[in-house]
């Protein structure tokens, strides 16, 4: 269950006696036991235990690194955090660059902190403001969720040679030990898909890294397979695979 833990910088508290309802005036700070998931807002309207409410003027931060900025947000059960009309971004904004390098604009967003998951819908991608990628719904990971299958946070890329894009990375569990992530490729110079699977054994493990790709550089399709393992064997000795295979220089 997710309790908080409420800070008030400066302002008021105005607490109703017959409902038990809190009406605060901010700055206002709301933290879970761990720290990882912190709320900032300007006020706040909530119940006695602080599991049931709107907070106004917000913004939720995720183990310091994704946050999401909505005009408001409503608290249920102590468990989902409900945004509406959401800006998600890993990229610090300031005055001097109020434009992120990449962001997600969604007409809601939940998080559930129990399954630790970002529910969106609606989410539109963007790049320094220009919209690249439309979706009627998304689910994420939170940061501070290991492992889960689901898209992880997408990431931007730069090369004189294929110019900015962005990886949308898609993570797979396939089980306690194996996992699988996908993830596109996607610049004005090229098409591509990456791809990442890995292993774990009682005494090693294996990770293959391919890629295949649809680029300006050469036509038609072009690839690679690295895979490396490692296995730990009896009286001190070690196996390993260290294999490269590249369709072309």
């Not at 690249?132 to 890329?157: E, K, M, N, Q």
Request: proline content about 5%; some cysteine; glycine content about 8%.
């Amino acid at each position: 269950m997710f309790y908080v833990r409420a800070e008030l910088t400066y302002g008021k508290i105005e607490y109703d006696r017959a409902s038990g309802a809190l009406n605060i005036t901010g700055p206002i700070r709301l933290t879970d036991p761990d720290g990882d998931i912190v709320v900032y807002a300007d006020a706040a309207m909530l119940d006695a235990d602080l599991r049931n409410g709107i907070l106004t003027s917000a913004r939720l931060v995720i183990d310091q690194q994704l946050q999401m900025a909505s005009t408001h947000i409503r608290r249920v059960d102590g468990r989902y955090t409900q945004l509406s009309k959401t800006v998600t971004s890993a990229c610090q904004v300031c005055e001097s660059n109020p434009v992120p390098l990449w962001e997600i604009r969604a007409r809601e967003v939940i998080h559930d902190s129990e399954t630790r998951q970002l529910y969106f819908t609606g989410p539109q991608f963007r790049i320094a403001g220009v919209p690249v990628l439309y979706l009627p719904h998304l689910r994420l990971p939170d940061p501070t969720l290991d492992r889960a299958t689901g898209f992880l946070i997408p990431s931007l890329h730069n090369s004189t040679t294929l110019g900015w894009g962005i990886k949308v990375p898609y993570f797979i569990k396939m089980g306690d030990h194996r996992d699988l992530t996908v993830a596109p490729f996607l610049t004005s110079e090229t098409r591509t898909v990456d791809l990442q699977y890995r292993q774990a054994f009682a005494n090693g493990d294996i990770t293959a890294n391919a890629a295949l790709t649809s680029d300006d550089i050469e036509d038609g399709m072009r690839g690679y397979l690295f895979v490396d393992g490692k296995w730990n064997l009896a009286h001190g000795y070690t196996l390993g695979i260290d294999l490269r295979a590249t369709s072309d220089i």
